[in-house]
């Protein structure tokens, strides 16, 4: 009998338990890929505490990818104009010491950028930030996160004093009123929405209230579906709140020894009666009290948000009033209640633990506070002043800096800007600016790697040993069951050797990962994400854990207690212990529609596909689930237009165009369009969604508002063909990658 590695799924941030089995078994079937090579199996780990058995299509696939397309060797050329050459790991590594010393003695720390991933896992991002904030001075470390959750780091901070989402997944079979705003969960983390779909169902009592533009599917098994005008979230929540409190469905007790600023948010609430909500919501005044109605009725309320908040320009405030409802209610801090944000990464929670944005430390300190700053200087045995004072640049402010000529050195690891930014011709024209890029990846050819002077290869998934947390704060160490290709290596021992070889010995003398992680859980002590009682060790023996969880937290049933639950006494992490209203109005999209951009066009996931499809691309069955990007458009601006399923139409925004076949459907609202963000120029012609979208963001959290920009919608002579994906007719075709120049220009990788 083989038994299974145990590792974590390494797509959503549901975080779900994989058992991984090797490609040949004795008695059992030997899965192939389409060349006949064995493959490594999943499937779901009935051990593990947050899925307990189920997995969805990418976990079911994932090792699929394992072998396709693998960068194996560092290949380096001198312009973007040659051709890639293998390259030891000697040479790779000397010639990105060279480049860092260069930079810092011409230009300054300030011109060295990274940007990194909520794929990375605790251990490569803790030995970034040591490199990076600690030991070249400069706070220029961003990751992918900041597309996806800042605005919930903000969103908590402001209100609650600390990051950290309070809840945990038992709370989905302990609520009886979900409500879900912006967040696709049946097909961006199934696996959460399965134990809510199935504790909605099994009772009878429980409301289940989606709020999206879009009947997704999430919204297609709603009792309650506001398919609210896009940009009128805080609308919405304001209205709820005025409701709930005329009727006087609040906690007072709560409210008096738990907050404050409560006088001023009920004067902000003034301005929201029902009628004038429902018109600037586009939804009737009867469904607005239904959902307050539920809320009011509600013994353990709890939300679920993710990307329709985060992806805004006034993100924060958009996590903020929803976490008023909770405050006003004092839904929170027990079994079934809370504001629960839903990660899109598989580590993005550990990145936070870590200090993985441009404006935090590890341990859930921040840059801008001095006492901060020090203590992480000590315990780097770091001169005092090593860490800038100021927040570094994030991908925003990165590409600015590579358009000004201010960057010497960009070092790009395990995610793909090249498809995913804003604004992305600009983006690309940025990045093709950077006088010396690094990119370290698993895959090869990526969109990225084009921009790319130097290339790294990584280690991924199942190739590393280390540990990643999931949105309920569970620790689950990721076992290393396979070597990796090639000469491949770890994130984190790439940093590591780089900050050996630039002097910084000391700092980094790991020999494992496990080593790591021993130093990162240290400077958690006393910290809101306290994990000095985790350990490698402690991970493999007892299975995963749950934070906080302090050294003294030594009863192995303590630490393998997973309804941990944040603020159940009402004391939160501000100054004061009580937690902060904010009285804030709309102030709504960014770029609203106009006579000539007259439609807003959303993007977001499709169940089976993730991010840039690096993977998801590469896997067959998924390929064929979501075989081409589509634009979605309800029949009436469809009629209006003229179009019909399957014809192509080329819109535009003011800062790109797109050409793609329509799918007409009922599910968008009047005015609102859909596309799938997964498509860049490797996997389709003319279809990246991010041409067109905008990168203003948040003031606060600087997240860009990828969910809604205002576009055109063009009908192309439909005996034309468009483009080269647009010869081949409707969005059921299935396309053929299309590497173009990377492919053809690059060696064996
Ligand atoms: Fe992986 Fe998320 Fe699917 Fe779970 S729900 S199997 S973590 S993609």
New binding site residues.
Partial sequence: MITPAKTL?P??G???GLDVLPPAQPNRPTNRDQAGNPLWQTRGDRNHPS?KGM??V???TVAEALDQDRLKYPLLRRSLADPFERVSWDTALASIVDQIQAVRRTQGPEAICMYGSGQFQTEDYYTAQKLVKGCLGTNNFDANSRLCMSSAVAGYLHSFGADGPPCCYDDLEATDCAFLIGTNAAEC????FNRLKKHHKRNGQVKLIVVDPRRTETAKQADIHLGIRPGTDITLMNGIAHLLLSWGAIDPEFIDGCTRGFADYTTVLRHYPPSIVAERCGITVASLEAVAQAWAEAKAALSLWSMGLNQSSEGTAKVRALINLHLMTGHLGRPGAGPFSLTGQ?NAMGGREAGGLSHILPGYRLVQNPQHRQALETFWQLPPGSIAAAPGLTISDMVLALEQGQVGLLWIAATNPAVSLPDLNRAKAALRRSPFTIYQDAYYPTETAAYAHLLLPSAQWGEKTGTMTNSERTVTLCTAFRPPPGEARPDWEIFAEVGRRLGFVEQFAFDSAAEVYAEFTQITAGRPCDVTGISHDRLADLGPIQWPCPAQETADTAATKHDKRLYTNGIFATDDGRARFAALHERGLAEPPDDRYPFVLTTGRLYGH?HTQTRTGRIPKIQKMHPAPFLEINPRDAQQLRIQSGEWVEVRSQRGTVRLPVLVTQNMRRGTLFVPMHWGSLWADGAECNALTHPEACPVSRQPELKACAVQVIPLDQSTPTSASASEGTPTALPEPNPSSMLSAAPTP
């Fill in positions: 799924c797509y959503c549901v975080g779900c899925s997995v969805c990418k976990g079911a983390h199934p696996i959460v598989p993730w």
